[in-house]
Protein backbone atom coordinates (compact mmCIF):
# COMPACT_ATOMS: atom_id res chain seq x y z
CA UNK A 1 0.00 0.00 0.00
CA UNK A 2 1.17 3.49 -1.09
CA UNK A 3 2.57 4.79 2.36
CA UNK A 4 0.45 8.20 1.74
CA UNK A 5 -2.76 6.29 1.85
CA UNK A 6 -2.33 3.26 4.65
CA UNK A 7 -5.42 2.45 6.74
CA UNK A 8 -4.58 4.37 10.13
CA UNK A 9 -4.99 2.04 13.30
CA UNK A 10 -4.46 2.85 16.96
CA UNK A 11 -6.12 4.47 19.88
CA UNK A 12 -7.99 8.02 18.20
CA UNK A 13 -7.77 6.69 14.74
CA UNK A 14 -10.27 6.91 11.89
CA UNK A 15 -12.22 3.59 11.99
CA UNK A 16 -11.83 2.07 8.42
CA UNK A 17 -15.25 0.97 6.48
CA UNK A 18 -15.98 -1.23 3.78
CA UNK A 19 -17.34 0.27 0.53
CA UNK A 20 -18.74 -1.42 -2.47
CA UNK A 21 -17.89 0.28 -5.88
CA UNK A 22 -17.75 -0.52 -9.71
CA UNK A 23 -14.37 -2.59 -9.03
CA UNK A 24 -15.32 -4.86 -5.80
CA UNK A 25 -15.60 -3.44 -1.96
CA UNK A 26 -12.77 -1.25 -1.26
CA UNK A 27 -11.49 -0.93 2.40
CA UNK A 28 -11.84 2.99 3.36
CA UNK A 29 -10.32 5.49 6.30
CA UNK A 30 -11.40 8.22 7.02
CA UNK A 31 -8.20 10.22 7.57
CA UNK A 32 -8.01 13.32 6.01
CA UNK A 33 -6.90 14.18 2.43
CA UNK A 34 -3.72 14.77 0.64
CA UNK A 35 -4.06 17.70 -1.45
CA UNK A 36 -1.17 16.94 -3.66
CA UNK A 37 -3.10 13.23 -4.48
CA UNK A 38 -5.75 14.84 -5.20
CA UNK A 39 -3.79 17.08 -8.27
CA UNK A 40 -2.24 14.01 -9.53
CA UNK A 41 -5.25 11.99 -9.74
CA UNK A 42 -7.33 14.86 -11.10
CA UNK A 43 -4.72 15.20 -13.74
CA UNK A 44 -4.12 11.25 -14.29
CA UNK A 45 -8.05 11.02 -14.56
CA UNK A 46 -8.80 13.90 -17.29
CA UNK A 47 -5.65 11.96 -19.54
CA UNK A 48 -7.32 8.81 -19.58
CA UNK A 49 -11.22 10.56 -20.15
CA UNK A 50 -9.83 12.29 -23.06
CA UNK A 51 -8.15 9.13 -24.06
CA UNK A 52 -10.69 6.84 -23.60
CA UNK A 53 -13.82 8.57 -22.61
CA UNK A 54 -16.64 8.07 -19.42
CA UNK A 55 -16.84 4.28 -20.60
CA UNK A 56 -12.96 3.39 -20.46
CA UNK A 57 -11.93 5.17 -17.24
CA UNK A 58 -11.24 2.89 -15.10
CA UNK A 59 -9.96 4.20 -11.16
CA UNK A 60 -7.43 0.78 -10.93
CA UNK A 61 -5.52 2.44 -13.92
CA UNK A 62 -5.91 5.65 -12.67
CA UNK A 63 -4.70 4.66 -9.27
CA UNK A 64 -1.87 2.99 -10.65
CA UNK A 65 -0.37 5.84 -12.65
CA UNK A 66 -1.07 8.55 -9.91
CA UNK A 67 1.03 6.10 -7.80
CA UNK A 68 -1.96 5.89 -5.36
CA UNK A 69 -4.77 3.09 -4.45
CA UNK A 70 -7.82 2.46 -5.62
CA UNK A 71 -9.12 3.15 -1.75
CA UNK A 72 -7.45 6.85 -2.09
CA UNK A 73 -9.29 7.75 -5.23
CA UNK A 74 -12.79 5.91 -3.54
CA UNK A 75 -12.17 7.72 -0.53
CA UNK A 76 -12.45 10.79 -2.55
CA UNK A 77 -14.51 10.12 -5.19
CA UNK A 78 -17.85 7.39 -5.50
CA UNK A 79 -16.84 6.44 -9.12
CA UNK A 80 -15.38 7.14 -11.97
CA UNK A 81 -18.52 9.69 -12.83
CA UNK A 82 -17.96 11.63 -10.05
CA UNK A 83 -14.08 11.29 -10.59
CA UNK A 84 -15.10 12.60 -14.34
CA UNK A 85 -16.76 15.34 -12.78
CA UNK A 86 -14.20 16.50 -10.62
CA UNK A 87 -11.60 16.01 -13.32
CA UNK A 88 -13.57 18.34 -15.99
CA UNK A 89 -13.95 20.61 -13.58
CA UNK A 90 -10.07 21.33 -13.17
CA UNK A 91 -9.98 22.38 -16.98
CA UNK A 92 -8.84 26.17 -16.31
CA UNK A 93 -8.90 29.07 -18.96
CA UNK A 94 -6.64 32.23 -19.49
CA UNK A 95 -7.97 35.38 -18.07
CA UNK A 96 -9.06 37.80 -21.11
CA UNK A 97 -6.95 40.85 -21.87
CA UNK A 98 -8.89 43.63 -21.81
CA UNK A 99 -10.40 45.21 -24.85
CA UNK A 100 -8.72 47.41 -27.42
CA UNK A 101 -11.85 49.22 -28.07
CA UNK A 102 -11.76 47.14 -31.66
CA UNK A 103 -14.56 44.85 -30.73
CA UNK A 104 -14.17 43.16 -34.33
CA UNK A 105 -10.27 42.41 -33.93
CA UNK A 106 -11.22 41.42 -30.06
CA UNK A 107 -13.49 38.58 -31.30
CA UNK A 108 -10.89 37.57 -33.95
CA UNK A 109 -8.24 37.61 -30.95
CA UNK A 110 -10.59 35.66 -29.05
CA UNK A 111 -11.92 32.93 -31.66
CA UNK A 112 -7.72 32.66 -31.85
CA UNK A 113 -7.59 31.68 -28.14
CA UNK A 114 -10.47 29.72 -28.45
CA UNK A 115 -8.62 27.71 -31.21
CA UNK A 116 -5.45 27.23 -28.87
CA UNK A 117 -7.64 26.37 -25.71
CA UNK A 118 -9.36 23.50 -27.71
CA UNK A 119 -6.17 22.21 -29.08
CA UNK A 120 -4.47 22.40 -25.35
CA UNK A 121 -7.10 20.99 -23.42
CA UNK A 122 -8.36 18.24 -26.08
CA UNK A 123 -11.49 19.42 -25.62
CA UNK A 124 -12.73 17.66 -28.40
CA UNK A 125 -12.18 14.36 -27.07
CA UNK A 126 -14.08 15.61 -24.07
CA UNK A 127 -17.08 17.31 -25.89
CA UNK A 128 -17.29 13.73 -27.72
CA UNK A 129 -17.12 12.17 -24.54
CA UNK A 130 -20.51 14.55 -23.01
CA UNK A 131 -22.43 14.32 -26.28
CA UNK A 132 -22.46 9.94 -26.21
CA UNK A 133 -25.95 8.87 -25.36
CA UNK A 134 -26.19 7.44 -22.11
CA UNK A 135 -23.56 9.78 -20.65
CA UNK A 136 -24.26 10.86 -16.85
CA UNK A 137 -25.99 14.15 -17.25
CA UNK A 138 -23.68 15.66 -14.33
CA UNK A 139 -20.96 14.73 -16.87
CA UNK A 140 -22.91 16.39 -20.08
CA UNK A 141 -23.35 19.72 -17.41
CA UNK A 142 -20.13 19.66 -16.08
CA UNK A 143 -18.86 19.92 -19.71
CA UNK A 144 -21.11 22.83 -20.41
CA UNK A 145 -19.74 25.24 -17.33
CA UNK A 146 -16.14 24.54 -17.36
CA UNK A 147 -15.67 24.42 -21.37
CA UNK A 148 -18.39 25.62 -23.09
CA UNK A 149 -19.97 28.50 -20.92
CA UNK A 150 -16.60 30.21 -20.38
CA UNK A 151 -15.74 30.96 -23.61
CA UNK A 152 -19.60 31.83 -24.90
CA UNK A 153 -19.25 34.53 -22.40
CA UNK A 154 -15.90 36.06 -23.77
CA UNK A 155 -17.61 36.03 -27.00
CA UNK A 156 -20.62 37.47 -25.95
CA UNK A 157 -18.52 40.26 -24.17
CA UNK A 158 -16.88 41.15 -27.84
CA UNK A 159 -20.60 41.02 -29.42
CA UNK A 160 -21.70 43.43 -26.70
CA UNK A 161 -19.12 45.74 -27.48
CA UNK A 162 -19.63 45.56 -31.23
CA UNK A 163 -23.43 46.38 -30.13
CA UNK A 164 -22.26 49.49 -27.79
CA UNK A 165 -20.06 50.99 -30.61
CA UNK A 166 -22.69 50.93 -32.90
CA UNK A 167 -21.05 48.49 -35.31
CA UNK A 168 -23.57 46.07 -34.99
CA UNK A 169 -27.21 45.92 -34.15
CA UNK A 170 -29.21 46.13 -31.14
CA UNK A 171 -31.20 43.62 -31.83
CA UNK A 172 -30.66 40.27 -32.96
CA UNK A 173 -30.34 36.88 -31.99
CA UNK A 174 -27.06 36.79 -30.17
CA UNK A 175 -27.61 33.71 -28.46
CA UNK A 176 -27.25 31.87 -31.61
CA UNK A 177 -24.52 33.66 -32.81
CA UNK A 178 -22.75 32.57 -29.81
CA UNK A 179 -23.46 29.29 -30.41
CA UNK A 180 -22.68 29.71 -33.88
CA UNK A 181 -18.76 30.68 -33.12
CA UNK A 182 -18.40 27.33 -31.35
CA UNK A 183 -20.55 25.29 -33.91
CA UNK A 184 -17.59 26.12 -36.21
CA UNK A 185 -15.04 23.99 -34.21
CA UNK A 186 -17.31 21.12 -33.36
CA UNK A 187 -18.13 21.48 -37.44
CA UNK A 188 -14.53 20.92 -38.18
CA UNK A 189 -14.34 18.19 -35.57
CA UNK A 190 -16.51 16.18 -37.11
CA UNK A 191 -14.94 16.51 -40.64
CA UNK A 192 -11.43 15.77 -39.01
CA UNK A 193 -10.19 19.54 -40.24
CA UNK A 194 -7.57 21.50 -38.47
CA UNK A 195 -9.03 25.38 -37.15
CA UNK A 196 -6.09 26.45 -39.06
CA UNK A 197 -4.61 29.73 -40.94
CA UNK A 198 -7.26 32.06 -41.36
CA UNK A 199 -10.02 29.85 -39.34
CA UNK A 200 -10.73 32.46 -36.57
CA UNK A 201 -10.94 35.55 -39.02
CA UNK A 202 -13.75 33.70 -41.20
CA UNK A 203 -15.77 32.79 -38.24
CA UNK A 204 -15.88 36.31 -36.84
CA UNK A 205 -16.38 37.66 -40.14
CA UNK A 206 -19.33 35.08 -41.00
CA UNK A 207 -20.97 35.79 -37.61
CA UNK A 208 -20.21 40.19 -37.57
CA UNK A 209 -22.14 40.17 -40.72
CA UNK A 210 -24.98 38.21 -39.55
CA UNK A 211 -24.94 40.55 -36.77
CA UNK A 212 -25.54 43.75 -39.08
CA UNK A 213 -21.42 44.48 -38.91
CA UNK A 214 -19.40 45.13 -41.45
CA UNK A 215 -16.19 43.15 -40.69
CA UNK A 216 -12.76 44.46 -42.05
CA UNK A 217 -10.56 42.57 -44.36
CA UNK A 218 -7.05 41.71 -42.59
Excluded at 104 to 114: C, H, P, Q, T
Excluded at 144 to 165: D, I, Q, S, Y
Excluded at 193 to 200: I, K, N, V, Y
Aim: neutral net charge.
Amino acid sequence: MHPADEIASGPGAPRAQRVATADGPVTVAGRPRNAQIDRTVLAVALRHLRASGLQGLSVAAVAEEAGTTRAAVYRRWAGRTELAIAAIGTIGHDVPPEPTGDPFADLVAELARFRDFVVESDATALAATALLDGTDPRVREQFRRHVVEPRHRRFRACLRAGVEAGALRGRTDYAMAEDLLTGSWLAHAVRGEPMTGDWARRTAAMVWAACGGVPREP
